[in-house]
């Protein structure tokens, strides 16, 4: 099972300025937390996340790092999506929201056959306080969430997260951006690299036979200090995600190994990353940059750990009044080394792109991807306390099969206002993993993910929804030959509907 796999699919989708997700509660306006990852910033009309639908949660976590500017700034885009008054609280605005609805899966446990279908239901109330002075911004949020299901209550769970973020501008030309976040959430079925041979079905994916989806705790943490000197600017800055998993068993589905523990403690640990960037702004919000950063990853059990580093070029692009573009793009070098003798190094490039565009006034898109380098357990072996899983001898020996990974992602989606009240969306994703060293025998995972939504909003306060996501695993390679192991997998299909209700104040 590849380090904290997930699958992010269309169940937690939002309906409007709810991302109904694992990233941050997004019910106010200005909640985005920096640049990268977080394209959706002030003024930006929320749509759901991009998600490949197999999306792990161990990505490398990034600093928000740019030019030093105004808070305040306004994008100066079309408002759609109608934005949540507040309430004035203890010297702030606090956003409270709700989102409920049910959604059909026509295959929840990602079976290549015997597909088992369900309807499930949710709710998911969040709130957000954002309090903003002349040279500060602070924002705090949380959410639960609930999932109930008809016929499969194994697949019942309670998720939820919270977090704070703040900005601090000493003078106009400084800025300190922080943030910290605490998530726990489950793994969906299929969302693992890891396969398991079940007699008369053939290698399936180890996470569709838990007798339930695996829960997980992380944490995530960012800082970053950004100076503006004329037209040239630089970045100093930090990153750390820390994850921990829950152990599993194989359900009644892996028949003869039915009641198995199964012991995720090479999964477990944490990421870090350090960066520096220098920027020079071409045109008004535009900036070209070159970065270094380096990172770890260091896990509990040391044979997956890696060293590595990447240097790249990009172009940034602000917020502010009439600007029709904002994010990132960048790429370059990459190089990742691991501690265990079968985990290949990569030395690869790489890329990082988080842009949202105006396209004209009634159409608006967004673009995320990145490549980085990961790791995989492809296969688990016996341990000494009869649980299933990895460590240093059974990598070495090649009964545990752990490689390293190179894993490229690329999604978008457009979203058309076709009337005062209708927004409809449509996109994909792709999501590669492509498992590198002798041992994976050129295994490579490829994830399809086309989506589609409309959303009416029905009052300036409540909104409704309807989102289609269909997701295609397939896997090529992995074929042994006599005294190696396996590490084929199974392919699978899925379909999600999804029917929601918004309401923010």
């Known amino acids: 099972m ?152 194994s697949e019942n769970q309670v998720n939820g997260g919270a977090g704070a973020h703040f900005t601090i501008m000493p003078d106009n030309d400084t800025q300190i951006v922080a943030g910290a976040r605490y998530l726990h959430e489950h793994l969906d079925r299929g969302s693992s690299e890891t396969v398991v041979v079940i007699p008369g079905v053939g290698s399936e994916l180890l996470s569709t036979q838990f007798a339930h989806p695996v829960a997980y705790d992380e944490g995530l943490q960012s800082v970053a200090l950004n100076k503006r000197n004329g037209n040239w600017w630089s970045s100093i800055g930090g990153a750390g995600l820390e994850i921990q998993y829950q152990n599993p068993a194989i359900g009644g589905a892996g028949a003869a190994l039915a009641g198995t523990p199964i012991d995720l403690g090479y999964a477990d640990g944490g990421i870090g990353i350090v960066n520096a960037r220098l920027g020079y702004v071409v045109a008004p919000r535009t900036s070209v940059f070159v970065e270094a950063a380096g990172n770890t990853r260091d896990w509990d059990v040391s044979y997956f750990n890696s060293t590595g580093y990447r ?23 990459m190089n990742q080394s691991y501690n265990g003798t079968t985990m290949a190094g990569v030395s690869s490039w790489t890329y990082g792109l988080g842009l949202a565009a105006l396209l004209t006034d009634n159409v608006t898109a967004v673009f995320e991807g990145r490549r980085e380098a990961k790791e995989a357990a492809l296969g688990l072996a016996v341990l000494p306390d009869g649980a299933l899983g990895a460590d240093a001898p059974t990598c070495t020996a090649d009964v545990a099969v752990c490689v390293s990974d190179v894993e490229s992602e690329i999604g978008g989606r457009v979203d058309v206002h ?88």
């Open 2 to 153: 590849r380090r904290g796999d997930l699958i992010c699919f269309g169940f937690l989708v939002g309906v409007s300025a709810t991302a109904v997700s694992s990233a941050a509660a997004q019910v106010a306006p200005g909640s985005g937390t920096g640049y990268g990852n977080d394209v959706w910033q002030t003024g930006a009309p929320a749509v759901p996340a991009l998600y490949s639908a197999r999306q792990t949660p161990n990505n490398t976590p990034s600093a928000p790092s740019g030019p030093a500017g105004s808070q305040s700034a306004q994008s100066g885009w079309p408002s759609w999506y109608p934005q949540a008054p507040g309430t004035p609280w203890a010297g702030g605005t606090l956003f409270t929201g709700i989102t409920a609805g049910t959604f059909f899966d026509d295959n929840v446990f990602a079976a290549n056959s015997n597909k088992q279908s369900d309807w499930a239901f949710f709710a998911r109330p969040e709130a957000q306080w954002v309090r903003q002075g002349q040279n500060y911004t602070f924002a705090a949020d949380g959410w639960l969430e609930g999932r109930s299901y008809a016929r499969f209550s």
């Open 418 to 505: 076709i009337a005062p009240n209708v927004v409809v969306g449509a996109g994909g994703s792709y999501l590669e993993d492509d498992y590198q060293g002798p041992l994976a025998f050129d295994r490579i995972d490829r994830s399809y993910g086309p989506l589609a939504s409309i959303k009416y909003f029905a009052t300036p306060n409540v909104t409704l929804g309807f989102d289609y996501r269909n997701l295609q695993f397939s896997s090529k390679g992995g074929v042994a030959p006599a005294g190696f192991t396996a590490v084929t997998a199974l392919p699978y299909m899925k379909n999600v509907y999804l029917f929601s209700v918004n309401a923010r104040w």
């Open 311 to 333: 240097l790249v070029a990009g172009m940034l692009f602000e917020q502010g009044p009439g600007a029709r573009l904002k994010g990132e793009v960048w790429g370059g070098y």
